[in-house]
């Protein structure tokens, strides 16, 4: 007989050995769960009544929208891209809405900084009288001072390069001093035009676009009666005749849906000098912005110049003036909304503006990325080994000379990536002398503007620093060729979303891949094709290789062109560097992946679980519908309209459509016939 002790001792170990084994089975459960959940999602936007070889963004993401209108859901568009903004959003407010031991005294500033948007409805009987002492700095607004403003003592430059100097806030034309996008060891002076609100030439100039425009005036003449309390008819009026300025202004832009060989200039001073003056003196302009006149080249657009000057003398100074004073306090401008939510939210989209460095470090610091990191850089040096290694065959890139193919080879070994994670940046040494308090919202952004313009005055005779990348890149990697080098934000890296351990692997390279093989093209597309691999400018390809790299490029801007998306054929495009990217990326991803794929089965043929259950496809069919639900969208009919006059990307459907109809790897993983309308007979490729 076993005595009851003894029962009892084997009873405990025995439960002991469960509970351990429980405890251990855990994470093997989340993995699982976590790849469940995502092929539940991927499946449930699929439509299998459409055939991939006819339609494969239809068959991937044919049902997207039933989930995600963007109509439904108030939004103006819906995506993979806009997910990852809310999610980085919630995060930030449940930063910004707590308080932890770990905060440091930059967090606590920032935090400050949000709770003094979120007193502005305490700050309504104060608003305009600040607005009207900020404008006072500078000197008189006319539609305030009415026929007592002293208009023979007005002069734009002095005005413009005043409020330049104290609060870094450019009309017009501005200067400042940035590294060298020819070579990254010198900085020089850019003479830059100012930010245009509505961010494209065709929106101002293009007739079909005039809503745009009207919602523009509508939207400036309710900020001055409600901030400046102009009378309704005297507000429109006043903001019809700046937005008309600021439309001759942007016909000095550049069209982005073109190439332009010349369209910026570099110059001596005296050179600048010469050709401007007496209608602008450029000497004088920058050193009262600057503080200072550098004895740097000037890198500027003769054009936009030119359309200036002639813009300015046929404007009256009264509308200049206006313009210039409500650049100067539109920043400042919040209307508060009814709600505590959505003034929470507008909270937030201004501090994004200001704070998208900080925020991308304390999302770092809070939410550990170490895994992810070792993980994506596994994948980004698969990638790029996969792609230094068909460079070195001659066969697969017969159309490059050997010497350029050589050269190539060089440049993507130099390439780095890195995560966006400001991890090494000194917040503590920039943000010191910022005095901001909870309750002043206009004073911490004056004072935050001070501050920035202070630090770029010092800024000016110190070694080249990185372009500042922050805003450009808040979802999507980036290649910034003067550093040849591809940045990824933290957002995209957020669990669970474009890349995850517990995924196969065939999403991952098929999405984040996808997009890191996608900027690792641009360093050799119509313009990182002009850099070397230290981002410095070199002719470095031959006469022949370029050749033959315009007339395939022309081949994408022809194929392009026969899609019709809502009734309307695509634009000509000479710029054809996107396409290039995104047709080259997927080919790469493509085959990095499948180079893995038979390694690991190779080494460990039992690990390998390429599949996403219940999506009913694995390993490289997998992959090409993760490449291709990275794309799915819906988009408000008036957004689209906008975003066709300012993106130089083709709708999302057509970045699905037309790399993998141009991919004999797709056409075979799905066995497509030839001739079908995802396996043409003529297709396009450069890389």
Same mark, same amino acid.
């Given at each position: 007989?076993? =005595?009851?002790? #003894?029962?009892?001792?084997?009873?405990?170990?025995?439960?002991?050995?469960? /509970?351990?084994?429980?405890?251990? =089975?855990?994470?093997?459960? #989340?993995?699982?769960?976590?790849?469940?959940?995502?092929?539940?999602?991927?499946? !449930?936007?699929?439509?299998?009544?459409?055939?991939?070889?006819?339609?494969?963004y239809e068959f991937a993401c044919g049902n997207w929208n039933t989930y995600n209108s963007a109509d439904a859901e108030g939004k103006l568009e819906t995506g993979l891209f806009h997910s990852l903004q809310e999610e980085r959003d919630q995060k930030i407010l449940l930063l910004m809405n707590t308080n932890e031991p770990q905060d440091t005294n930059v967090d606590k500033k920032v935090k400050n900084f949000f709770r003094s948007c979120m007193n502005l409805p305490n700050f309504k009987s104060s608003y305009t009288a600040k607005l009207l002492e900020l404008i006072g700095e500078f000197g008189q607004m006319p539609a305030m001072a009415g026929p007592y403003w002293p208009e023979e003592s007005f002069d734009w430059q002095n005005t413009t390069a005043a409020i330049v100097n104290k609060y870094g806030i450019i009309a017009v034309i501005g200067s400042e001093i940035s590294v060298d996008f020819a070579d990254n060891t010198q900085n020089l002076i850019y003479l830059i035009e100012q930010q245009f609100a509505l961010e494209s030439r065709d929106i101002y100039l293009n007739p079909s676009n005039v809503a745009f425009v009207n919602n523009y005036i509508n939207s400036i003449a309710t900020k001055l009666y409600i901030f400046l309390g102009l009378d309704k008819n005297v507000g429109h009026q006043v903001a019809t005749e700046m937005?008309?300025?600021?439309?001759?202004?942007?016909?000095?832009? *550049?069209?982005?849906? @073109? /190439?332009?060989?010349?369209?910026?200039?570099?110059?001596?001073?005296?050179?600048?000098?010469?050709?401007?003056?007496?209608?602008?003196?450029?000497?004088?302009?920058?050193?009262?912005?600057?503080?200072?006149?550098?004895?740097?080249?000037?890198?500027?657009?003769?054009?936009?110049? @030119?359309?200036?000057?002639?813009?300015?003398?046929?404007?009256?100074? !009264? /509308?200049?003036?206006?313009?210039?004073?409500?650049?100067?306090?539109?920043?400042?401008?919040?209307?508060?909304?009814?709600?505590?939510?959505?003034?929470?939210?507008?909270?937030? !989209?201004?501090?994004?503006?200001?704070?998208?460095?900080?925020?991308?470090?304390?999302?770092?610091?809070?939410?550990?990325?170490?895994?992810?990191?070792?993980?994506?850089?596994?994948?980004?040096?698969?990638?790029?080994?996969?792609?230094?290694?068909?460079?070195?065959?001659?066969?697969?890139?017969?159309?490059? =000379?050997?010497?350029?193919?050589?050269?190539?080879?060089?440049?993507?070994? *130099?390439?780095?990536?890195?995560?966006?994670?400001?991890?090494?940046?000194?917040?503590?040494?920039?943000?010191?002398?910022?005095?901001?308090?909870?309750?002043?919202?206009?004073?911490?952004?004056?004072?935050?503007?001070?501050?920035?313009?202070?630090?770029? !005055?010092? *800024?000016?005779?110190?070694?080249?620093?990185?372009?500042?990348? =922050?805003?450009?890149?808040?979802?999507?990697?980036?290649?910034?060729?003067?550093?040849?080098?591809v940045k990824v934000p933290v957002t995209i890296l957020q669990p669970n979303y474009a890349w995850s351990s517990s995924f196969a692997n065939a999403f991952n390279f098929g999405v984040l891949g996808a997009l890191l093989s996608h900027e690792l093209m641009h360093g050799l597309d119509n313009d990182g094709r002009h850099y070397d691999a230290q981002g410095n400018s070199l002719e470095w390809w031959d006469a022949e290789s370029i050749r033959e790299f315009n007339a395939r490029s022309q081949c994408f801007n022809t194929q392009y062109q026969k899609y019709i998306f809502h009734g309307q054929h695509l634009p000509d495009m000479p710029s054809q560097g996107e396409n290039i990217a995104d047709n080259g990326g997927v080919r790469l991803a493509f085959a990095a992946y499948v180079k893995w794929l038979e390694n690991a089965l190779a080494t460990n043929p039992r690990a390998v679980v390429e599949s996403m259950p219940p999506v009913n496809y694995t390993d490289r069919k997998l992959f090409f519908i993760s490449y291709a639900q990275l794309w799915c969208n819906d988009i408000t009919p008036t957004f689209r309209k906008y975003m066709a006059s300012t993106d130089n990307h083709v709708p999302n459907k057509f970045r699905v459509i037309g790399p993998l109809s141009n991919f004999n790897g797709f056409a075979e993983a799905f066995q497509c016939p030839k001739g079908s309308a995802m396996n043409p007979v003529q297709k396009c490729e450069i890389y």
């Amino acid at each position: 007989m076993i =005595s009851s002790n #003894l029962l009892c001792w084997a009873i405990f170990f025995y439960m002991f050995l469960y /509970v351990v084994r429980a405890i251990l =089975s855990v994470p093997q459960m #989340l993995t699982d769960q976590n790849r469940i959940n995502k092929g539940l999602e991927m499946s !449930r936007y699929m439509n299998l009544n459409v055939h991939p070889c006819d339609d494969f963004y239809e068959f991937a993401c044919g049902n997207w929208n039933t989930y995600n209108s963007a109509d439904a859901e108030g939004k103006l568009e819906t995506g993979l891209f806009h997910s990852l903004q809310e999610e980085r959003d919630q995060k930030i407010l449940l930063l910004m809405n707590t308080n932890e031991p770990q905060d440091t005294n930059v967090d606590k500033k920032v935090k400050n900084f949000f709770r003094s948007c979120m007193n502005l409805p305490n700050f309504k009987s104060s608003y305009t009288a600040k607005l009207l002492e900020l404008i006072g700095e500078f000197g008189q607004m006319p539609a305030m001072a009415g026929p007592y403003w002293p208009e023979e003592s007005f002069d734009w430059q002095n005005t413009t390069a005043a409020i330049v100097n104290k609060y870094g806030i450019i009309a017009v034309i501005g200067s400042e001093i940035s590294v060298d996008f020819a070579d990254n060891t010198q900085n020089l002076i850019y003479l830059i035009e100012q930010q245009f609100a509505l961010e494209s030439r065709d929106i101002y100039l293009n007739p079909s676009n005039v809503a745009f425009v009207n919602n523009y005036i509508n939207s400036i003449a309710t900020k001055l009666y409600i901030f400046l309390g102009l009378d309704k008819n005297v507000g429109h009026q006043v903001a019809t005749e700046m937005v008309q300025f600021e439309t001759n202004l942007a016909a000095g832009m *550049a069209d982005i849906k @073109k /190439v332009h060989t010349d369209l910026y200039t570099l110059n001596t001073m005296d050179e600048v000098q010469q050709s401007t003056y007496p209608y602008i003196d450029i000497k004088k302009l920058v050193q009262h912005s600057l503080g200072t006149l550098p004895n740097f080249k000037v890198y500027w657009s003769p054009d936009y110049v @030119k359309n200036l000057i002639r813009t300015l003398q046929q404007t009256p100074k !009264r /509308v200049v003036a206006n313009y210039i004073f409500y650049r100067l306090i539109e920043k400042f401008m919040l209307i508060i909304p009814e709600t505590q939510q959505k003034l929470q939210d507008m909270c937030l !989209r201004q501090m994004k503006t200001y704070f998208s460095k900080n925020f991308d470090n304390m999302l770092y610091r809070k939410y550990n990325m170490d895994d992810t990191e070792q993980g994506v850089n596994g994948m980004w040096q698969d990638i790029k080994a996969t792609f230094i290694e068909a460079l070195q065959s001659p066969q697969q890139y017969s159309w490059i =000379s050997a010497d350029t193919r050589n050269y190539a080879v060089e440049k993507i070994k *130099a390439m780095k990536w890195e995560i966006v994670s400001y991890k090494n940046y000194n917040f503590e040494g920039v943000f010191q002398p910022f005095q901001v308090n909870s309750h002043d919202f206009v004073e911490n952004l004056k004072n935050l503007f001070a501050l920035g313009s202070q630090q770029r !005055r010092n *800024a000016i005779y110190a070694p080249p620093q990185p372009l500042d990348v =922050s805003q450009q890149i808040s979802t999507a990697p980036v290649n910034v060729l003067i550093e040849n080098a591809v940045k990824v934000p933290v957002t995209i890296l957020q669990p669970n979303y474009a890349w995850s351990s517990s995924f196969a692997n065939a999403f991952n390279f098929g999405v984040l891949g996808a997009l890191l093989s996608h900027e690792l093209m641009h360093g050799l597309d119509n313009d990182g094709r002009h850099y070397d691999a230290q981002g410095n400018s070199l002719e470095w390809w031959d006469a022949e290789s370029i050749r033959e790299f315009n007339a395939r490029s022309q081949c994408f801007n022809t194929q392009y062109q026969k899609y019709i998306f809502h009734g309307q054929h695509l634009p000509d495009m000479p710029s054809q560097g996107e396409n290039i990217a995104d047709n080259g990326g997927v080919r790469l991803a493509f085959a990095a992946y499948v180079k893995w794929l038979e390694n690991a089965l190779a080494t460990n043929p039992r690990a390998v679980v390429e599949s996403m259950p219940p999506v009913n496809y694995t390993d490289r069919k997998l992959f090409f519908i993760s490449y291709a639900q990275l794309w799915c969208n819906d988009i408000t009919p008036t957004f689209r309209k906008y975003m066709a006059s300012t993106d130089n990307h083709v709708p999302n459907k057509f970045r699905v459509i037309g790399p993998l109809s141009n991919f004999n790897g797709f056409a075979e993983a799905f066995q497509c016939p030839k001739g079908s309308a995802m396996n043409p007979v003529q297709k396009c490729e450069i890389y």
